[in-house]
């Protein structure tokens, strides 16, 4: 299973975009990169995913390398709202399990 | 979206009594679910993998005879924690995956006391 490594926590002023790394070198050809958060004793909340190309939703946008090794999520307009736990995940291909890392802590600052 | 929801959200026991938290999946049927646990500032952990119509699979380190789930319906995944302890005291979260591109929805959580 693909791990991934993303930095402990990061700090984000209101209104500026949160740019938010992860690397999984390890992913194979046709695993998905799943992005989640995780507010104060919440369920995680789903925010996009890719395979190779880069995505947009009404969340974030997801840019993928081309070599697949890293992304990065995008919060274009961060909002107090937005601290969180941010995962980043890659899905299994054979029980389509989630293993989590240790993820990435945004706090955003006023 | 696909809506899960877990209860209950909160419970206290004493040690040594069993509890059983239910994971639903509201809106859509989901033939396995997720069974997560998360410390004080720590990660989800997988714990296992409810099958319905088979035997869980769990994940390794994760006790089978502790950690009983039983897959009753489509829309039903239980946890029975059995003989609880203090240090079975954590966040249990359970997930299905309902997206049409394998995306997995996470009820809000049971937060388990053991005294």
């Known amino acids: 299973d693909a791990k991934t490594t993303q930095p402990p926590s990061m700090d984000c002023a209101e209104g500026r975009a949160a740019n938010l790394p992860c690397n999984h070198s390890t992913i194979s050809g046709n695993e998905y990169v799943y992005w989640y958060r995780q507010i104060h004793s919440q369920g995680p909340q789903y925010i996009i995913h890719g395979l190779k190309n880069n995505e947009t939703n009404e969340m974030a946008s997801l840019i993928i390398t081309e070599d697949r090794k890293s992304s990065t999520l995008i919060l274009p307009h961060a909002t107090l709202r937005d601290t969180a736990v941010y995962y980043c995940i890659v899905r299994t291909n054979t029980g389509n399990q989630f293993y989590f890392g240790t993820g990435t802590s945004l706090t955003v600052i006023p | 979206g696909a809506v899960v929801s877990q209860h209950p959200s909160w419970v206290i026991c004493k040690s040594g009594t069993s509890v059983k938290i239910e994971c639903r999946s509201l809106?859509?049927?989901?033939?396995?679910m997720f069974w997560y646990r998360q410390f004080p500032k720590q990660s989800l952990m997988l714990m296992a993998t409810s099958n319905e119509g088979s035997k869980a699979t769990y994940e390794q380190g994760v006790e089978k005879d502790k950690f009983l789930i039983n897959h009753a319906s489509l829309t039903l995944s239980t946890l029975t924690v059995t003989s609880a302890h203090p240090e079975d005291s954590s966040f249990y979260i359970c997930s299905a995956p309902g997206g049409v591109w394998g995306e997995q929805f996470f009820g809000p959580g049971t937060r388990l006391t053991v005294l």
């Open positions: 809106d859509f049927q989901a033939t396995t």
